[in-house]
């Protein structure tokens, strides 16, 4: 049997959905009332009074509840999820907004009706009264503190974090060369093209509550929801349905929705639904992506950094229920490949009144790559050497892996890579794209009238981060085996590469194996998937729980053959002495004898039987450190994340009088370690590629100054379409294996977005000769800076 | 289904609103709803007829993810009425696949070329892509990106999208052929 690992397998998930057999979060109860929101049109503003009367006479109106209707822990703010101690002043929402709105879209009222429509007839009707009060928006306002989000914050200042390596300061003082840069990155947001969703039953007779809900985390949401209703966590399962993408955007929990449709649930006794819509997805999930960073680096003639000082400022909307995991990613992943002798970093994480930020693909990364690689490329212009040698001169070499940063990381342990060969990635790069030959291109497109540029970006990401993920791994008596994890899948194919693994450690086909992810009745220990973790992490539960079912089978079997375990193999789902086909017994059949029956309820069973004679009568059925089943279960909880790496290189036109810019080249290499399915990891880099590009050249949120969001539909937010995407996205691999985890691998799912705006940037400077110091950059971006570059230059 | 009971839940439902009966040819079969003269066809296609494979990304016609073929031709149902589809012919992507289950030729093409990932705005791709492989069945690249042009999909950045188009004119003309 040829190794599933590494094998470019069709997807198991895909007949379903390709029928339409999906089962996303909408399709599901049908029998189910209907909530919808009342939500606030105002960015900043005290509830005076919430009039519901006129709402009472629409027909299959249900109920209506606000704030006063809550109770106990529900008319508490909803947690902090990640506490961290420079978060001095974490502020978070109520489920339904008690006397003030920070930001527009924040639920005021939630109602619930027979369906949508009528929901959103009774919404329409409730009038509630405001006292606008002045909205910050942007971070110059946040900064100035003119005016405050939170009466109680100071500053607007959530947290002020710092870290440093060496003396930064002082090495840029003695440094040879000093630069320094402003750099700016805009919002964008996950997007998935399935908002969130959420439906709850509540059992009365069994006094138990089961959920479904569009989330990247089904065990969090449990967690928090019998928390928050007051429940055992027994009584509470979390299914993930199929998810219609994810993207960072639904690892948030609970959302506001996650604890009002469950309570409502059981206080109506029926089920009830929420599925968001467009624009609510807009103005009531989350952002990412806004920040302003002041780089100050030290060089010395070889263009060495010798010293670096980053000081940003990180917008984090109304409130930070994910704490500062996206502004952390950006100050310690900011280094990249690279190793400063001095780094210091800074970060102000401030409050707007603007939909809050938790991360997006990248959490903080694209940011700080950018920050980076332009810092690299304002050094390389400075003493006009390549970029790519400026690059080279930086690098951390493979012989110096492992190599501790000296920072933090955002799992609180210290910023080690594992692994990685930068100098190679490079090279591949260059050949991959011709950077070399592109000075040539250059001039005779120029000669043609034609302006191009070449950029290039490098990156670093932490993946796989803990605590840890578990797997259970069961052969049936029919031979099947049923695997679990607790994280839950958005569309990475999880179903599919996690069986490819258990297949190759059980020895069994592809075929039999079928995985379960989410799904908190099948497993319900789990972080979630984010930071490109689940290869890394459930990857490797799955393989050490398969490997604990093989050591049973193999011992069971080893019995029943009167052979040495360690004389037996399986192969294609059959145990048999090493090289002795003849041998064999279907892993099925020893499913069957590893559990001694009573009953015998098929005739397969009646080989286990009491009276089947096969056992040693002088021995209990069971032996006392035995338990019956071919099973097997195991966490993976890796000493701290492992680090993927990869650079990407992109040629652009851009135009003369539109200002338009066109991807004429995109090319990607990728280091995750070993790939399990090179097909899918392929697809999230194009992805991902895509997402960058949308992030670099289109996508931003426009909100105004009083905090309405302009363009907060499809029309007006510009995600790409297959006419703004590379029509080839070329990829090339290198594979340097972890050492932190059995199968030396490396998450994969972000890696096609980090260096988007940077490479991008990069790439527009080289054709336009001008500086660029914030992304994304539209025609009109570009036209504009044309014009002041051309004013200052004249 | 009987519409004596359609008529009842749906009055009950929506209280004093007027509800009307709709006729359709959906999948080949005939079905009837009654429904408020202000749903959405696509609220009654998931809602009212229980074909959940059709999917609602954005309610204002540009993701594409609730496309169906009206009378064969693409349509966004998300921006039209159920009542004024009356008496027409729709077909989903629940209908795409012959009847003894075999795939059709985009359906076959977007598993072989991995075209989808989360699945949500697939079923808008295929029939849009089974309507342009009608007007347009031996396309280049070009023109398969223009069949495309007008859908979003946040996951897969449209590379195996694009190759799924190709492919699937290559299934359709070899089946045309004989060959498949």
């Keep these: 049997m040829s190794s599933m690992f590494g094998a470019r397998v069709q997807r198991v998930e895909d007949d379903r959905l390709i029928r339409g057999h999906g089962a996303y979060l909408d399709d599901l109860g049908e029998d189910a009332l209907v909530a919808a929101f009342v939500r606030s049109p105002h960015a900043h503003a005290r509830i005076l009074d919430i009039d519901v009367s006129g709402a009472l006479d629409v027909p299959g109106l249900v109920a209506i509840y606000t704030y006063d209707d809550l109770p106990d822990k529900l008319a508490e703010p909803l947690p902090l999820l990640i506490p961290h101690p420079t978060l001095t002043h974490g502020r978070t929402p109520f489920p339904l907004a008690r006397d003030e709105v920070n930001h527009v879209g924040e639920a005021i009222v939630m109602v619930v009706a027979a369906d949508r429509y009528l929901a959103e007839d009774a919404a329409d009707r409730i009038v509630v009264s405001y006292e606008p009060l002045p909205a910050v928006v942007g971070l110059d306002a946040a900064r100035a503190a003119d005016h405050l989000v939170h009466a109680d914050v100071p500053g607007n200042l959530a947290a002020r974090s710092t870290q440093e390596r060496g003396d930064a300061a002082a090495a840029i003082a003695s440094a040879p060369h000093v630069l320094e840069l402003d750099l700016e990155i805009e919002r964008s947001a996950s997007t998935p093209l399935e908002g969130r969703g959420v439906l709850a039953r509540w059992d009365d007779q069994a006094q138990r509550l089961r959920m479904w809900t569009s989330t990247q985390t089904s065990t969090g949401v449990r967690a928090a929801v019998a928390a928050k209703l007051d429940l055992a966590l027994t009584d509470v399962d979390v299914i993930t349905p199929d998810v219609g993408g994810g993207f960072g955007v639904k690892i948030v929990h609970p959302w506001p929705e996650e604890v009002l449709v469950p309570w409502a649930a059981r206080l109506l006794q029926r089920p009830v639904k929420f599925t968001e819509d467009r624009r609510e997805h807009f103005v009531a999930s989350a952002h990412e992506r806004a920040q302003l960073h002041h780089v100050t680096v030290g060089y010395d003639d070889d263009g060495r950094m010798v010293g670096l000082d980053v000081r940003f400022w990180h917008d984090n909307g109304a409130y930070v229920p994910y704490g500062l995991i996206v502004p952390i990613v950006t100050s310690t992943q900011l280094l990249g490949p690279y190793k400063p002798d001095a780094y210091r970093v800074e970060f102000d994480s401030l409050y707007t009144n603007t939909v809050l930020v938790t991360p997006y693909r990248g959490a903080g990364r694209p940011h700080g790559c950018f920050v980076m690689e332009r810092t690299i490329d304002a050094i390389a212009t400075a003493l006009g050497l390549s970029r790519t040698v400026v690059r080279e001169r930086n690098f951390i070499q493979p012989d110096e892996m492992p190599y501790d940063q000296g920072l933090i990381f955002q799992d609180g342990r210290p910023l080690i890579y594992d692994s990685g060969d930068y100098p190679a990635l490079l090279a591949k790069l260059k050949d991959l794209v011709g950077w070399d030959d592109f000075a040539a291109f250059q001039e005779n497109a120029r000669q043609e009238g034609r302006t191009v540029g070449i950029g290039l970006a490098c990156y670093v990401e932490g993946t796989g981060v803990g605590p840890y993920e578990g797997g259970h791994v069961i052969v049936e008596t029919s031979g099947k085996v049923k695997v679990a994890t607790g994280l839950t899948t958005q569309g990475q194919g999880h179903q599919t590469m996690l069986a490819q693994v258990v297949a190759d450690e059980l020895g069994v086909p592809f075929e039999d194996v079928e995985v379960v992810t989410g799904d908190t009745r099948r497993f319900g220990y789990a972080v979630g998937t984010f930071a490109s973790r689940t290869a890394v992490m459930s990857g490797s539960a799955v393989a050490l729980a398969a490997r604990k079912a093989r050591a049973k089978a193999l011992r069971v079997a080893a019995d029943a053959l009167e052979a040495s375990a360690d004389d037996l193999e399986i192969t294609n789902g059959i145990v048999q002495v090493k090289g002795d086909p003849d041998s064999g017994i279907g892993l099925g059949t020893v499913a069957v004898l590893s559990n001694p029956l009573r009953y015998a309820f098929d005739d397969a069973a009646k080989a286990a039987t009491q009276f089947a004679g096969s056992s040693d009568d002088s021995k209990p059925p069971v032996a006392e450190d035995d338990e019956p089943g071919i099973e097997g279960r195991a966490y993976f909880s890796p000493v701290r994340s492992t680090f993927a790496s990869g650079m990407h290189a992109a040629i652009v036109e851009t135009d003369p009088e539109t200002a338009e810019v066109t991807i004429l080249r995109y090319c990607v290499v990728h280091d995750c370690g070993p790939l399990i399915n090179p097909r899918i990891v392929e697809g999230q880099i194009h992805g991902g590629v895509a997402q960058g590009v949308g992030g670099a050249l289109y996508e931003r949120m426009a909100y105004d100054d009083s905090g309405q969001l302009a363009n907060a539909s499809f029309m007006d937010f510009l995600m790409p379409y297959v006419s703004e995407v590379p029509a080839r996205i070329e990829i090339d691999h290198l594979e340097t294996p972890s050492p932190l985890n059995p199968l030396g691998i490396k998450g994969a799912g972000e890696a096609g977005v980090i260096p988007g705006a940077a490479v991008l940037a990069a790439a527009i400077e080289d054709a336009e000769g001008i500086p660029v110091r914030s992304m994304p950059m539209s025609p009109s971006d570009l036209f504009e800076l044309r014009r002041a570059y051309s004013q200052e230059n004249s | ?180």
């Design chain 2, 1 to 180: 289904m009987t519409d004596a009971t359609e008529l009842h839940d749906a009055t009950e439902l929506h209280g004093a609103t007027e509800v009307h009966d709709v006729r359709l040819t959906v999948n080949g079969a005939a079905r009837t709803a009654a429904v408020p003269a202000r749903r959405l066809l696509s609220d009654c296609i998931r809602h009212d007829l229980g074909l959940t494979g059709t999917h609602v990304g954005c309610e204002h016609g540009v993701c594409g993810a609730c496309t169906i073929l009206l009378d064969g031709v693409p349509v966004r149902s998300c921006l039209m009425l159920a009542v004024s589809a009356d008496g027409q012919q729709i077909t989903t992507v629940e209908g795409l696949a012959d009847p003894d289950g075999t795939l059709s030729p985009v359906q076959q093409a977007f598993t072989e070329c991995h075209g989808l990932q989360c699945g949500f705005c697939t079923p808008g791709f295929l029939t849009t892509i089974t309507a342009g492989l009608r007007t347009t069945p031996d396309p280049d690249e070009a023109q398969a990106r223009e069949i495309v042009g007008g859908n979003l999909c946040r996951c897969t950045g449209y590379q195996n999208i694009v190759a799924s188009v190709l492919r699937a004119a290559e299934i359709l003309n070899d089946r045309k052929a004989g060959r498949a």
